[in-house]
């Protein structure tokens, strides 16, 4: 895989291509859901997470995240499609195994899928998906996902149990949920971080991509950035709201320096 490295062909476009890991470098995919939230205060078309993706971009951003939930929520359908016609980079598609919701992926065929649970009463995703209870249905699901193109991670908590069945059904990646230990407290935290190293180093030695995200932070990201399995970060509450004080290039670059220090 690529990472950025950027390649001016005119004045008015770029291609954007991503460098290959390698010495620890990281990439950082993020999440522009709430900006589209921001959107849905009052119905309107401003502020549009087409554009702030165009500026996560030139922010030096790996990837963009975008989760098209089954109640529209935040990014609907023509935001979906707007991301596909405008991303320069890698996007990255968050979406439950919802039949509809797997159609327009497939349509739509973003570079990438993470699969994910998704309850209608939750703020945000709650924890990791169980595909062992729903082994059946997921293989399906990413079986219909990599033969129109697409590639397939499955965001699931640090569980070697879970890990096992992600490679069993043939998935290419998995995203581990940091929530845990993003939300745990003091005494906790070095418990919950022992058990996402533990899981991504098993994850890697099975031949499994490792990203990780959920609940990181400029404060708590760090731990995570020195895992050596991970690969990649997907980051986007964060980030937002430090936009609110910084404005949003800063903000991904700020997040940038962190992942990965000089």
Do not use: W
């Amino acid at each position: 895989m690529k990472r950025l490295r950027n390649r001016r062909i005119s004045d008015t476009e770029t291609v954007v291509e991503r460098r290959p890991i390698s010495n620890g470098v990281k990439r950082l995919g993020v999440n522009i859901d709430h900006i589209a939230t921001l959107r849905q205060l009052r119905k309107g078309t401003y502020p549009d997470p087409v554009k702030a993706a165009r500026v996560v971009e030139r922010a030096g951003a790996d990837g963009i995240v975008a989760h098209l939930r089954e109640d529209r929520r935040h990014i609907n359908d023509n935001d979906l499609k707007r991301l596909k016609e405008s991303v320069t980079t890698h996007l990255n598609l968050e979406m439950s195994i919802d039949p509809e919701i797997v159609a327009i992926a497939i349509k739509t065929k973003p570079e990438q899928a993470t699969l994910v649970p998704e309850k209608r009463a939750e703020l945000t995703t709650e924890g990791g998906l169980d595909i062992i209870s729903l082994k059946l249905k997921v293989r399906n699901v990413i079986d219909k996902l990599k033969d129109s193109g697409i590639k397939v991670s499955l965001f699931i908590e640090p569980d070697i149990c879970q890990i096992d069945m992600a490679k069993e059904i043939n998935a290419n990646a998995i995203e581990l949920h940091t929530g845990r230990y993003a939300n745990a407290a003091a005494k906790e935290k070095n418990k919950e971080l022992a058990q996402i190293k533990k899981s991504a180093r098993f994850a890697a030695e099975i031949g499994l991509a490792v990203f990780a995200g959920h609940g990181l932070d400029y404060e708590n990201v760090t731990p995570i950035v020195n895992i050596p399995e991970v690969e990649e970060l997907n980051i986007g509450y964060s980030i937002i709201t430090r936009a609110v004080f910084v404005g949003l290039e800063n903000a991904v670059k700020e997040m940038l320096g962190l992942i990965n220090p000089r």
